[in-house]
Every structure is written in C-alpha cells, then in structure tokens.
C-alpha cells in the first residue's frame, strides 16, 4: 500500500495504476490537488482502489463526489463487482468517507514492520 503524504507522493500512484489500471488527476484550477486510481486485482471483477486528497479539499464533499462518479464508471463501465481499498487504521477520516458512502470492513491485515493495522474496505455491486 502507498503512504503517500503529499500530492508529489501521490504521483507514484498515478505511475504504478497506469502499469494495469487507470488514474485521475483532481484539479483545482490549474493545481493537482490529488489523484483516484482503480486497477485489476488477482480476485476476478474486483477492483483496487487508492485516492491522495490534498488536506485543503477535506471535509468538502469532495471524496464522496469521487466515489459516486467512480463507482458508477466502475458497476456500468467496467462491470466490476466489487470495490476493495486498503486504508491505515489511524486514518479516521478516510475510514469514515468509507463507511459513508456504503464501503463495510472486509479484514484487518496487520504487518510486522508496521505498528498498525491496514484495514481491507469493499463495497459489492451485487
């Protein structure tokens, strides 16, 4: 999973779903203020997911405007069947514009290098 903590880290994403997927730039004028990016996963019709938002455009809607356009391009463009995102447990904020816009908790993978949890989001088509 990406750490990304700027929207400079946030171009590696773009790089490595180009690879097998596909990226947006979010632009706020002429500024990337972040990037969405899908790609295949080995689970057949399932699609992983990652987002940077630049802090500036949190608590504006912006995420759940992303997410409505992106599932519905991903169920009637793609005919994915299912949604997965990879989110830190300490992001409260990432872990909530989840669950509010219909993602449920799929596992906790924990990491021995790493102190917390990688919660697995998913959000089924059917």
């Known amino acids: 999973f990406y750490r990304s903590q700027s929207v400079e880290d946030a171009k590696t994403i773009i790089e490595e779903y ?3 997927g596909e990226a947006w730039a979010i ?3 002429d500024t990337l203020r972040g990037v969405f990016a899908l790609e295949r996963t080995e689970e057949e019709g399932v699609y992983g ?3 940077f938002l630049a802090p500036a455009l949190w608590g504006r809607g912006v995420t759940t405007a992303i997410m409505k356009m992106v599932k519905e391009y ?3 463009d793609l005919r994915a069947k299912s949604l997965q ?6 992001n409260v904020g990432s872990c909530t514009a989840l669950r509010r816009n219909g993602f449920y908790e799929k596992e906790i993978e924990h990491f021995p290098d790493y102190e917390h949890g990688l ?3 998913r959000y089924d088509f059917e």
């Open 18 to 20: 180009l690879k097998d």
């Open 27 to 29: 632009m706020q004028g």
């Open 49 to 51: 997911m990652s987002t």
């Open 74 to 76: 991903a169920e009637v």
């Open 85 to 90: 995102a990879h989110v830190v447990d300490v």
């Open 119 to 121: 919660i697995v989001f």
